[in-house]
């Protein structure tokens, strides 16, 4: 295997200085904006309606002058966002795999073209950097990701970055399909494979690795070969992380090791923090470009400055974005990190989704931090916060907070008065609370995250 570092990037590039990081950036992005202007269907409109050609975009500082997008635009016509393959040369225009988003509104979950060029790319970047993300040769991952009826960006991605590190990977394929075939297996089925297999690291959306670890302690199960845990696709707080520790520590697990990422299936690459409150480091800047722009103007924010962050891809062949919103609020930092030393993109706040911000009886209320309260909680097995219309016939109706709870065993009797009083102190409501089995609340066979925040009020 060659020692020499590929042309298209820099050695050890999360720890290089910022000025030739960004030079490389520039370079790719010319490359990317000409494919697109040449070959994307949704950015060569885009562009020739704004009277741009790619000499207009040569810069990261260029890219100002392209209109943001977003999931709307992209759901509305997935295949428009796709690189046209006709005249790539070699691998860059054969099709490797499809994968799909989760958390569409339309319930119908939107294709990612994903070329062998980009599949390489992947591998290649968690291979060279592997330090960052804390896996070895010698671990065996448990991919606890739910298999779907589609193909999920998290469960395929495990593999491919388990493949790229040399580490073993077992997959406890949980989750629910809509097929005559019965493949999918049991939370239960999954921690027995867990001991079985002997894992060390446990790898799924936070919320479920919690449901596992939960019941491998009502099971017994012999969890002492973990030693990690790595959490994507849902936010975890610093309470529920801590959360996460104390079960390993009654579990006599080998670790208490937490990884934070942070990620979606469209950017094909994952932030990750190198240590806990580091902020989010970019993994890939030789293949993304991230940024902070105002939801309503586009306009770029200066680092420390709150907005909604966006990313450009400047290294892919399949489905590809250019200052792409995610949909998350967020600030982004520059500086040498503190902790590390890595010099590459932080993502210096933690992301809130902007559905965590509801107005309720006229007042913005942000539910996250009441999110962060619950999993703060010990007795809690699984929570809801659900907005609602005091009379579910009458959209005029006032609102009505309802928390729902699943409390831990023994608990139940003295969850609702504390609750009522918590979260008038945190929003100034009084809430409705519920109690009800912890699978009404969350299903771990289901495709799906679990949503803590859910809006049921009528359309006004």
């Known amino acids: ?153 998290a469960f395929s991605r495990a593999a491919d970055e388990a493949g790229a590190i040399g580490a073993a990977i077992m997959f406890g394929n949980t989750g629910r399909t809509d097929s005559m075939f019965p493949v999918n297996r049991s939370l239960d089925s999954a921690v027995v494979a867990i001991a079985r297999h002997r894992a060390t690291v446990l790898w799924g959306v936070a919320g479920f690795v919690r449901r596992i670890l939960i019941r491998a302690q009502e099971t017994g199960a012999d969890f002492s070969s973990v030693r990690m845990v790595m959490t994507t696709g849902e936010a975890s707080s610093p309470a529920m992380r801590e959360d996460f520790r104390e079960r390993m520590r009654n579990l006599n697990c080998a670790d208490t090791q937490i990884v934070n990422r942070y990620g979606s299936t469209e950017q094909g690459g994952t932030m990750i923090e190198c240590c806990e ?82 107005k309720i009886r006229g007042a913005l209320v942000n539910l996250g931090n009441l999110k962060e309260e619950f999993d703060r909680m010990n007795g809690i097995d699984e929570y809801q916060i659900v907005v609602a219309s005091e009379n579910p016939s009458d959209p005029f109706s006032m609102d009505e907070l309802v928390i729902r709870l699943a409390p831990a065993q023994g608990r139940a009797s003295d969850m609702s008065d504390v609750m009522v009083e918590e979260v008038k102190r945190l929003t100034n409501l009084r809430p409705r609370i519920e109690l009800v089995e912890r699978d009404k609340i969350y299903d771990p066979t289901s495709p799906a995250k679990p949503k803590r925040i859910v809006d049921q009020r009528l359309a006004r």
Not at 78 to 88: D, I, Q, S, T
Not at 279 to 300: C, I, M, N, W
Not at 325 to 350: E, Q
């Open 277 to 358: 409150g580091s902020g989010f480091h970019s993994a890939l800047p030789d293949q993304l470009y991230h940024e902070v722009v105002d939801d309503e103007t586009g306009k770029r924010l200066a680092d420390g400055e709150s907005g909604m962050l966006a990313f450009s891809h400047l290294n892919r062949r399949g489905t590809v974005f250019l200052r792409y919103k995610m949909g998350d609020v967020g600030s982004l930092t520059h500086d040498s990190c503190p902790h590390c030393g890595r010099t590459s993109v932080r993502l210096s706040s933690k992301p809130t989704r902007t559905g965590d911000i509801v």
């Open 1 to 153: 295997m060659t020692t020499e570092t590929p042309s298209f990037t820099l050695p050890d590039i999360l720890r290089q200085p910022k000025a030739e990081v960004e030079a490389l950036q520039d370079r790719l992005l010319q490359t990317m904006v000409q494919l697109c202007y040449d070959h994307h269907p949704y950015y060569s409109k885009l562009m020739r309606a704004e009277g741009l050609k790619p000499d207009h975009i040569r810069t990261r500082a260029d890219l100002k002058r392209l209109p943001p997008s977003s999931k709307k635009e992209f759901l509305a016509d997935p295949e428009a966002f796709r690189l046209r393959p006709e005249g790539l040369p070699g691998n860059e225009g054969i099709l490797w795999k499809v994968i799909y988003t989760t958390g569409t509104t339309t319930g119908k979950p939107a294709p990612i073209f994903v070329t062998a060029h980009d599949h390489f790319a992947y591998m290649f970047a968690f291979q060279d950097r592997r330090e960052l993300v804390g896996l070895t040769d010698a671990d065996r991952v448990a991919n606890l990701f739910p298999m779907t009826g589609f193909p999920m960006g």
